[in-house]
């Protein structure tokens, strides 16, 4: 490409660590598409004459076809996907296939082709997160009143309904998809057109290419839009950030697939067994999406440290910026699918929720507020009262709803008979009426809105 003045090749190291065919060939679609973008344009502007652009049209078509069906030969030597598919183009159709470089660099080619590619998976990351909500609402809409333990320090805190549990996904869920927007909202202006850094004397017209791209605008500024890779880093930064909400899901599920809690079951579909413990049933797809953020991060700080005090315009060190982001993006579109797929396939043990639910006493808050709102006293003084009465349960081996009215009153003279009826778990749970709290009606209506903002 550049024989006018090297004679000498490059050495094997050169070669080896100059070369990005063996990743960047994932750009071919995207090239492609650029490629026709631009030499359209090239047409429309008289640049390139219209046989010819007809000419090199028919080379990208059949370039096109040949990877598609696997007959396309990549090369190493010809070193990334741009000079790849620009040598074919060559063989194919002649010393005209030339013409296409006009007016272009690999510089905007490269920012362009990966810009298209990021918005592709932004779209395919944006359809994935909304499946995952859709499988969280389905399981609220199932179970919007069976009683489960509400942790805070993984103590049992108060108890809440199982869909209440499910929808606060729906919600972390919903904040990375908006997330992703905006970083698509930023990335999607063209490069093209910005050449190599300066701009072109060709009376291009960019914001044909970009519209034919489906970009909102051309890029403003050429040597930032060959520059810029915050498209690349904001996606991953998205990334990473639901990588680490699917990654509590998996570790509650760790949790609940255990013997001791057992809050959930988990199918064939979603486990595996042991190779010399026959008892065992591993939550292996679980912990796997809770080890995922580290490659959303590793990738994030990788490519944070290339552009790090990196002088404008491009530098090769760019060239960088695809291996971790195409890897990190299939980690997060597996961890996406295998969250759906087992917050579809599990199944709440309803007795053994319910029988958590119970422990410790997690009822004492309702206590408390019982003795504020009937009773009027200050909201500290009935929660000394109420830690008492919790002690006195303990001692008999009793929970606060089973504690005798005598026994209430030896603590708070001003107790009567109506206590009970806030101390069961249900009624705790079905006093949560509060906007965002979890009584069962509400996690019927706030399920009913998710499917309105979300689905
Ligand atoms: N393969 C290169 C990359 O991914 C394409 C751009 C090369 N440009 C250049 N001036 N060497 O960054």
Redesign the pocket.
């Known amino acids: 490409m550049w024989g006018g003045r090297f004679a000498g090749g490059p050495s094997e190291v050169m070669a080896a660590i100059n070369a990005?065919i063996s990743f960047?060939q994932r750009l071919h679609v995207h090239d492609i598409r650029g490629s026709h973008a631009h030499l359209d344009m090239l047409e429309a502007t008289g640049i390139v004459s219209l046989p010819d652009a007809a000419t090199i049209r028919g080379g990208l078509d059949r370039i096109e076809k040949e990877i598609a069906a696997g007959r396309f030969v990549f090369k190493p030597e010809l070193?990334?996907?741009?000079m790849n598919i620009e040598a074919r183009l060559a063989e194919l159709v002649g010393p005209v296939a030339g013409r296409l470089h006009t007016a272009r660099?690999?510089?905007d080619?490269?920012a362009t082709d990966?810009r298209l590619w990021v918005r592709d998976e932004i779209d395919a990351v944006d359809a994935a997160l909304t499946d995952a909500q859709a499988a969280f609402i389905e399981k609220a809409e199932a179970w919007p009143d069976l009683p489960m333990p509400g942790f805070t320090h993984l103590q049992n805190g108060q108890p809440v309904a199982f869909g209440h549990h499910m929808l606060a996904y729906v919600e972390m869920l919903g904040r990375d998809r908006g997330r992703f927007a905006d970083a698509r909202r930023r990335l999607n202006e063209s490069p093209l057109g910005a050449a190599?850094l300066a701009g072109t004397p060709f009376p291009i017209d960019r914001d044909m290419t970009a519209a034919a791209l489906g970009f909102d605008r051309p890029a403003a500024n050429s040597m930032d839009a060959v520059s810029d890779r915050d498209f690349a880093l904001e996606f991953l930064a998205a990334g990473a950030i639901t990588a680490l909400h699917l990654s509590r899901f998996a570790e509650e599920l760790v949790l609940w697939t255990s013997a001791q809690f057992c809050f959930v079951h988990l199918s064939d579909a979603f486990t595996t067994g042991s190779s010399i413990m026959p008892q065992k049933r591993n939550p292996d797809a679980a912990e796997l999406v809770r080890a995922k953020p580290g490659r959303l991060l590793g990738a994030f700080t990788a490519l944070a440290t290339v552009l790090k005090g990196l002088p404008l315009t491009?530098g090769?060190d760019?060239?960088e910026?695809?291996e971790a982001t195409f890897e990190a993006a299939d980690s997060l579109m597996l961890a996406i699918a295998a969250a759906a797929g087992m917050a579809r396939d599990m199944k709440p043990n309803k007795a053994r929720l319910r029988a958590a639910a119970e422990l410790g006493h997690p009822t004492a808050t309702d206590l408390a507020d019982w003795m504020v709102r009937r009773r009027g006293l200050p909201f500290r003084d009935a929660h000394r009262a109420a830690g008492a009465l919790v002690a006195e349960a303990d001692r008999r081996g009793l929970t606060l709803a089973q504690l005798p009215l005598d026994a209430m009153q030896a603590v708070e003279a001003e107790i009567d008979e109506s206590v009970y009826d806030v101390l069961s778990i249900e009624k705790s749970i079905a006093a949560r009426t509060s906007y965002g709290g979890t009584a069962p009606d509400n996690v019927r209506r706030a399920a009913a809105a998710a499917r309105e903002r979300f689905l």
Request: aromatic fraction near 10%.
């Open positions: 990005s960047d070193e990334d996907i741009h660099s690999r510089n080619q490269v990966f190599a491009y090769k760019m060239q910026d695809k």
